[in-house]
Protein backbone atom coordinates (compact mmCIF):
# COMPACT_ATOMS: atom_id res chain seq x y z
CA UNK A 1 0.00 0.00 0.00
CA UNK A 2 1.38 3.69 -0.97
CA UNK A 3 0.06 6.87 0.26
CA UNK A 4 0.24 10.06 -1.44
CA UNK A 5 -0.65 12.88 0.43
CA UNK A 6 -0.27 16.35 -1.29
CA UNK A 7 -0.07 19.96 0.74
CA UNK A 8 0.39 23.78 -0.31
CA UNK A 9 -2.25 24.41 -1.79
CA UNK A 10 -4.42 27.71 -1.96
CA UNK A 11 -5.10 31.29 -3.26
CA UNK A 12 -2.96 33.60 -4.81
CA UNK A 13 -2.88 36.23 -6.89
CA UNK A 14 -1.29 35.92 -10.56
CA UNK A 15 2.28 36.49 -10.63
CA UNK A 16 2.61 34.96 -7.57
CA UNK A 17 4.34 31.58 -6.26
CA UNK A 18 3.21 28.39 -4.35
CA UNK A 19 5.14 24.94 -3.46
CA UNK A 20 3.28 22.05 -3.26
CA UNK A 21 4.57 19.66 -1.84
CA UNK A 22 3.93 15.67 -1.50
CA UNK A 23 4.25 13.11 0.82
CA UNK A 24 4.78 9.48 -0.13
CA UNK A 25 4.84 6.73 2.56
CA UNK A 26 4.07 2.70 2.91
CA UNK A 27 5.70 0.66 0.27
CA UNK A 28 7.17 3.58 -1.78
CA UNK A 29 10.15 3.09 -3.85
CA UNK A 30 12.91 6.02 -3.98
CA UNK A 31 13.15 4.84 -7.58
CA UNK A 32 9.70 5.25 -8.79
CA UNK A 33 9.06 8.55 -10.93
CA UNK A 34 6.85 10.47 -9.58
CA UNK A 35 4.40 13.06 -11.60
CA UNK A 36 2.21 15.82 -11.37
CA UNK A 37 -0.92 16.47 -12.67
CA UNK A 38 -3.69 19.05 -12.33
CA UNK A 39 -7.45 18.85 -13.50
CA UNK A 40 -9.42 22.10 -14.14
CA UNK A 41 -13.27 22.02 -13.61
CA UNK A 42 -14.22 20.21 -16.80
CA UNK A 43 -11.45 19.41 -18.43
CA UNK A 44 -9.25 16.25 -18.52
CA UNK A 45 -6.19 15.20 -16.28
CA UNK A 46 -3.31 17.17 -17.54
CA UNK A 47 0.48 16.50 -17.21
CA UNK A 48 2.23 18.76 -15.28
CA UNK A 49 5.45 17.88 -14.86
CA UNK A 50 7.45 14.24 -14.08
CA UNK A 51 10.53 13.65 -11.90
CA UNK A 52 13.22 10.23 -12.49
CA UNK A 53 14.98 8.55 -9.65
CA UNK A 54 17.68 10.96 -8.29
CA UNK A 55 16.20 13.93 -9.86
CA UNK A 56 16.37 13.10 -13.32
CA UNK A 57 15.00 13.06 -16.03
CA UNK A 58 12.73 15.96 -15.24
CA UNK A 59 9.81 16.59 -17.96
CA UNK A 60 7.41 19.14 -18.10
CA UNK A 61 3.86 20.18 -19.72
CA UNK A 62 4.31 22.79 -22.11
CA UNK A 63 2.26 25.20 -20.40
CA UNK A 64 3.87 25.32 -17.06
CA UNK A 65 7.90 24.92 -18.65
CA UNK A 66 10.28 27.54 -17.61
CA UNK A 67 7.54 28.38 -14.75
CA UNK A 68 7.04 25.28 -12.49
CA UNK A 69 10.06 23.20 -11.06
CA UNK A 70 10.05 19.66 -9.94
CA UNK A 71 12.45 18.69 -7.13
CA UNK A 72 12.80 15.36 -4.80
CA UNK A 73 13.88 14.68 -1.74
CA UNK A 74 13.91 10.51 -1.81
CA UNK A 75 15.79 10.61 2.15
CA UNK A 76 12.21 12.31 3.19
CA UNK A 77 10.45 10.27 0.63
CA UNK A 78 9.39 14.18 -0.81
CA UNK A 79 8.36 15.47 -4.22
CA UNK A 80 7.42 19.30 -4.46
CA UNK A 81 6.21 21.60 -7.23
CA UNK A 82 7.61 24.98 -7.52
CA UNK A 83 4.92 27.30 -8.79
CA UNK A 84 6.06 30.59 -10.36
CA UNK A 85 4.51 33.23 -11.84
CA UNK A 86 1.09 31.82 -11.71
CA UNK A 87 -1.79 32.86 -14.41
CA UNK A 88 -5.43 32.41 -13.41
CA UNK A 89 -5.38 29.61 -15.87
CA UNK A 90 -3.39 27.49 -13.09
CA UNK A 91 -5.99 26.98 -11.29
CA UNK A 92 -6.47 23.61 -10.68
CA UNK A 93 -6.56 20.71 -8.20
CA UNK A 94 -3.27 19.60 -8.52
CA UNK A 95 -2.63 15.46 -8.08
CA UNK A 96 0.96 13.91 -7.17
CA UNK A 97 1.05 10.28 -9.06
CA UNK A 98 4.20 7.21 -8.63
CA UNK A 99 5.15 4.41 -10.47
CA UNK A 100 4.02 4.63 -13.70
CA UNK A 101 4.10 2.01 -16.12
CA UNK A 102 4.45 2.84 -19.61
CA UNK A 103 4.13 6.71 -20.72
CA UNK A 104 5.49 9.13 -17.49
CA UNK A 105 2.84 11.79 -19.37
CA UNK A 106 -0.04 9.98 -19.33
CA UNK A 107 -2.10 9.83 -15.83
CA UNK A 108 -3.33 5.91 -17.06
CA UNK A 109 0.22 5.02 -16.44
CA UNK A 110 0.33 5.70 -12.88
CA UNK A 111 -0.64 3.24 -10.26
CA UNK A 112 -0.57 5.99 -7.15
CA UNK A 113 -2.51 9.16 -6.95
CA UNK A 114 -3.01 11.22 -4.00
CA UNK A 115 -6.33 12.78 -3.53
CA UNK A 116 -4.84 16.28 -4.55
CA UNK A 117 -5.01 19.94 -3.40
CA UNK A 118 -6.42 23.31 -4.94
CA UNK A 119 -4.84 26.08 -6.63
CA UNK A 120 -6.63 29.23 -7.24
CA UNK A 121 -5.02 32.25 -8.93
CA UNK A 122 -7.15 35.45 -8.87
CA UNK A 123 -6.75 37.74 -11.99
Known amino acids: QVELVESGGGLVQAGGSLRLSCAAS????????MGWFRQRPGKEREFVGVIGMNGRPVYYGESVAGRFTISRDNAKNTVSLQMNSLKPEDTAVYYC????????????????WGRGTQVTVSS
Open 26 to 33: GRIDSTYP
Open 97 to 112: AADPSGSWRAPEAYGY
